[in-house]
């Protein structure tokens, strides 16, 4: 079992930066990829980005350029740093884990709102 606690979401202005932290707990040797999906009101969840125990990034097309993911493997901490906000960004941003066994984890989620 791997827990998952996320922080960093808030209220920002368009144009804003936020930066959203994920720490794992539990079996945190199992992990190989770490990473964050959200989910707007009335659509569905997004892949936003990943990343791989070799450090291999992934974006979603929509956060290209302006969002990048990070990890700290000292601290079984996953790092969203989100750039150029847009109203559209608005969403709940889930922290995701997928273990070397295929097994996937979620966080609790965290609100971003992008809103003049």
């Known amino acids: 079992q791997v827990q998952l606690v996320e922080s960093g979401g808030g209220l920002v202005q368009p144009g804003g930066s936020l930066k959203l932290s994920c720490t794992a707990s539990g079996n945190i040797f199992s992990i190989n990829s770490m990473g964050w999906y959200r989910q707007a009101p009335g659509k569905g969840r997004e892949l936003v980005a990943l990343i791989t125990s070799s450090r291999t990034e992934s974006y979603g097309d929509s956060v290209k350029g302006r969002f990048t993911i990070s990890r700290n493997s000292a601290k079984d901490t996953v790092y969203l740093e989100t750039n150029s906000l847009k109203l559209e960004d608005t969403a709940v941003y889930y922290c995701?884990?997928?273990?070397?066994?295929?097994?996937?984890?979620w966080g609790q989620g965290t609100q971003v709102t992008v809103s003049p």
């Open positions: 995701y884990v997928q273990t070397r066994s295929f097994e996937a984890y």
